[in-house]
């Protein structure tokens, strides 16, 4: 792009106005300089000197250097030298004349150093010690490894150990290969993490902490709270968080009686803006506790209950492992709505009752629930070594928290006043699982080896 001419300012304040004599536009430009990287070249001796200008490439730079060492070993060199050559010698003539530069033989110049990543051997196979042959691009990563790679390695070893002990295990994640949702590489380990971390989010026996609650109370509590939830319409995952925040407190602070109702409240609410895309608001909390709390006691107690948690919300429930169990529980060419229904029933009616809740963590819990439902519907064999390797629980020491919930379900099916779960999965849209006939076959095993329901 040319240049403007530079025009001189008007010393009467005039701007604007061009001067007469000033230089056409484009005409004054200064030439363009070298810049450090031409070169010029000698001219020969007798002929005149043509000033030549070659840009340094990196080619040319590699052959000036090469032509500069040559020289510098060729000036410490005898009159005479050898050089080797295939195991015979080579006389080299180098010139007497001073300043002269030595002849050497074409053939015995130094080549120039090539710095370029299209050179013909890169582009050979390196053959390693065990005579593999690697191609260019595994020769020059070798020795590292990426995340992809120790995940497969990790679950080809898991297969060969599940042969090696003669259960076989089905690859549950082979029809969500190509879904990104489902993170096929990484679950493994995710459910890993969830089960080393469940221990912090996980309540023991606190009623003798709380004067005036007890057991009983606290599964009216979240019978009421899975009414609310049904009729809300929410996700399952904000009805196990709920009753994971109402243990995690009353385990940390004494709560009055005429508040508890509140602190379920409270919780739900904290729940439902963490899991739904549409929470309900703080008014309808309101409308269905009957005006027993007013919007200000609800805020309070939800700040309360954020502050004694110290906003630790994402905790592993135990619907972060029924998704999984179920899905290991159910072959990819079944209908899973009948026993996922049956499973999560299972496991409501579990975290209804206290001791449940105290006495087991919650990935045992999930895994009972998928052992009773299997059971309960006399899904042969009862449990199988894909299970196994998914849960990491063995069919004997499932047994006892399985009969804990069958136990449960009995005593729904024949006279519990907390309706509220086995009215939902009465349903026929659940699938009327909450009907069918306990798991009698479990609960024989040993007559009486849980503890009694509220």
């Not at 609650?213 to 009805?239: G, Q, Y």
């Not at 009353?250 to 729940?271: F, N, Y």
């Not at 026993?339 to 975290?351: P, S």
Request: with cysteine; glycine share 4%; hydrophobic share 40%.
């Amino acid at each position: 792009m040319a240049s403007r001419a530079i025009v001189a300012p008007n010393p009467k304040g005039e701007e604007g106005v061009k001067q007469k004599n000033a230089q056409p536009e484009g005409k004054n430009r200064r030439v363009l300089r070298d810049i450090g990287n031409l070169v010029t070249v000698p001219a020969a001796e007798g002929k005149p000197q043509n000033q030549i200008r070659r840009p340094i490439t990196r080619t040319f730079c590699q052959q000036l250097l090469a032509n500069a060492q040559a020289a510098a070993e060729e000036k410490n060199k005898k009159p005479l030298a050898e050089v080797a050559n295939g195991g015979g010698a080579v006389r080299v003539n180098v010139a007497r004349k001073h300043g002269g530069a030595a002849k050497v033989k074409q053939h015995e110049q130094p080549k120039p150093l090539e710095i370029s990543p299209d050179k013909e051997e890169d582009k050979k196979p390196v053959t390693v010690s065990d005579g593999r042959k690697l191609g260019v691009a595994s020769s020059r990563k070798k020795g590292i490894k990426t995340l992809t790679s120790i995940l497969s390695a990790r679950s080809k070893e898991a297969a060969a150990a599940a042969a090696g002990s003669g259960k076989p295990i089905v690859n549950i994640d082979a029809a969500d290969a190509y879904n990104e949702l489902a993170v096929v590489e990484y679950v493994d380990d995710m459910y890993k993490f969830y089960k080393m971390s469940e221990d912090e989010s996980r309540v023991h026996d606190y009623m003798d902490s709380q004067p005036e609650i007890n057991a009983k109370m606290r599964s009216i509590l979240i019978d009421w709270l899975a009414e609310v939830h049904r009729k809300f319409e929410l996700m399952p995952e904000t009805l196990y968080l709920t009753i994971n925040i109402v243990d995690r407190y009353l385990s940390m602070k004494t709560v009055p009686r005429k508040e508890l109702q509140l602190l379920g409240i409270g919780s739900m609410l904290i729940a439902c803006k963490y899991e739904e895309i549409w929470a309900p608001e703080v008014n309808d909390f309101v409308a269905i506790s009957d005006n027993a709390y007013a919007r200000e006691q609800i805020l309070v107690m939800e700040k309360a209950i954020l502050g004694r948690l110290e906003w630790h919300l994402t905790v592993p429930t135990p619907y972060v492992f029924l998704a999984r169990y179920t899905k290991a529980s159910v072959p990819a060419d079944q209908e899973p709505m009948q026993m996922e229904n049956m499973v999560f029933f299972l496991a409501e009616l579990g975290l209804l009752h206290y001791h449940t809740v105290t006495l087991y963590c919650a990935s045992m819990i999930a895994a009972a629930a998928v052992y009773a439902a299997r059971c309960t519907l006399d899904r042969k064999p009862h449990w199988t070594g894909t299970l196994e390797h998914h849960t990491g629980y063995s069919e004997e020491q499932l047994r006892d928290c399985a009969k804990l919930l069958v136990s449960f379900h009995l005593d729904a099916v024949e006279s519990s006043k907390l309706r509220a779960v086995f009215r939902k999965y009465s349903s026929p849209e659940r699938g009327s699982v909450a009907s069918l006939r306990p798991a009698m076959s479990l609960l024989a095993l040993v007559a009486s080896s849980s503890p009694n329901s509220e």
